[in-house]
């Protein structure tokens, strides 16, 4: 099993510029979620699913959007990149509890 | 919202002290509670959780503690080793509806000195 996989893994971006951050997990888990990680912070929740077909705001989710593709998928969208998106960007998801398992992650830097 | 947050940025220990790293969460109605591991350029990696209907668990060289009282956790590494060099999260299932989702700290780092 591969877990949670993310593409790409590296990715550099003009102000303004879209892109697609790419997620799938392969446990079966219902629920799945992205989250930011800034330099020297915590992880800040973007958007999740608790399920197939649903998706919710966390703390951050300005300038994002996203979409559950099936049950295995869950993607992230960068409509107009700004330096403020700048981050490490993860990816998890987790069965029946809370307990969430995370991605390698995607480093993004806007220019 | 609620936020969990912790006590030390940094914490710096000789090879094989005991570490004990500290959490202060808010949200008095968590429920479940994790610790993670983070090393460089990865991401986080469960190492040990707890359910507010127990004080203490323990895994092989981790033990989390849990005082509802104060609302407060601590992650306790014993003999720690080079390889537990590396940022703690710990992290609280925010139950504001049906869903499951975690908030985190904003992590300690553990330096361990050889």
């Known amino acids: 099993n591969a877990g949670v996989t993310q593409t790409p893994k590296f990715q550099v971006l003009k102000t303004g510029q879209s892109m697609t951050l790419q997620c799938a997990q392969d446990?079966?888990?219902?629920?799945m979620y992205w989250y930011r990680q800034d330099p020297g912070m915590g992880l800040r929740l973007i958007y999740y699913?608790?399920?197939?077909?649903?998706?919710d705001k966390g703390e951050v989710p300005n300038g994002y959007n996203v979409s559950r593709l099936n049950k295995r998928e869950f993607s992230l969208r960068l409509e107009s990149a700004a330096p403020s998106q700048t981050s490490v960007y993860f990816c998890?998801?987790?069965?029946?509890?809370?307990?969430?398992?995370f991605g390698q992650g995607t480093r993004l830097t806007v220019v | 919202g609620e936020s969990v947050g912790l006590h030390l940025p940094t914490l710096s220990v000789q090879e094989g002290d005991n570490s004990i790293i500290n959490c202060a969460y808010s949200?008095?109605?968590?429920?479940?509670f994790i610790w993670y591991k983070q090393e460089s350029g990865k991401g986080p990696q469960f190492i040990i959780d707890?359910?507010?209907?127990?004080d203490k668990r323990q895994g092989q060289r981790v033990t989390v503690l849990l005082n509802k009282t104060v609302k407060h956790l601590s992650l306790q590494i014993a003999a720690t080793q080079p390889g537990d060099s590396a940022v703690y999260f710990c992290?609280?299932?925010?139950?504001?509806?049906?869903?499951?989702?975690?908030?985190f700290g904003s992590g300690t780092r553990l330096l361990v000195r050889p």
């Open positions: 949200n008095s109605a968590s429920d479940y």
């Open positions: 699913s608790a399920s197939e077909g649903t998706t």
């Open positions: 998890a998801s987790s069965g029946r509890t809370a307990l969430a398992f």
């Open positions: 707890i359910r507010s209907n127990m």
């Open positions: 992290a609280e299932d925010d139950r504001m509806d049906s869903s499951y989702k975690l908030i």
């Open positions: 446990m079966n888990h219902n629920s």
